[in-house]
């Protein structure tokens, strides 16, 4: 894998994947930046989110369990002083479907949270991550 991270100005960085894709980083305004796109430590949590939603998706999918949405909500605490690593991240999914099993969705968030995640697990070694879940029904309006 491989990524390239260009400065433009002030704060403000150019992200590029190397699957060609671009995110445009910048700082906040008190350390010079102009509030042009996201923190680079959003950029980890975001980056832990999507890890984890594909994953949960996917397991309910081989699953055959009938989901048709899945939000991930984080919430994250960092470290005082430098480096300001997360010391406690949790965790909220919001899993919508049609019958959805509670047994299949805490099932896929727990292989997630301990097997597949990369992102989860690396951030496992400096910060408490906790999880939890919700099941909406699409038939009542849950979507």
């Known amino acids: 894998m491989k990524a390239r991270v260009k400065w433009v100005e002030q704060a403000t960085f150019l992200g590029e994947s190397g699957s060609g894709h671009a995110v445009v980083m910048d700082g906040p305004p008190e350390e010079g930046g102009r509030n042009l796109g996201v923190r680079p430590m959003e950029m980890v949590l975001l ?3 999507g890890c984890t939603a594909f994953d949960v ?5 081989r699953a ?3 989901v048709l949405d899945c939000v991930v909500e984080l919430e994250a605490e960092r470290a005082e002083t430098p480096p300001k690593v ?5 965790v909220h999914f919001i899993v919508t479907g049609r019958g959805l099993a509670e047994k299949q969705v805490a099932r896929a968030v727990q292989l997630s949270a301990e097997k597949y ?3 989860s697990i690396m951030l496992g070694k400096t910060a408490q991550i906790t999880h939890d879940f919700e099941i909406r029904d699409a038939d009542a309006g849950g979507r």
């Open 47 to 49: 980056g832990m989110g």
């Open 64 to 66: 055959r369990q009938p």
């Open 86 to 90: 997360f010391t406690r991240i949790h």
């Open 117 to 119: 995640c990369s992102a």
């Open 57 to 61: 998706v996917h397991i309910l999918r």
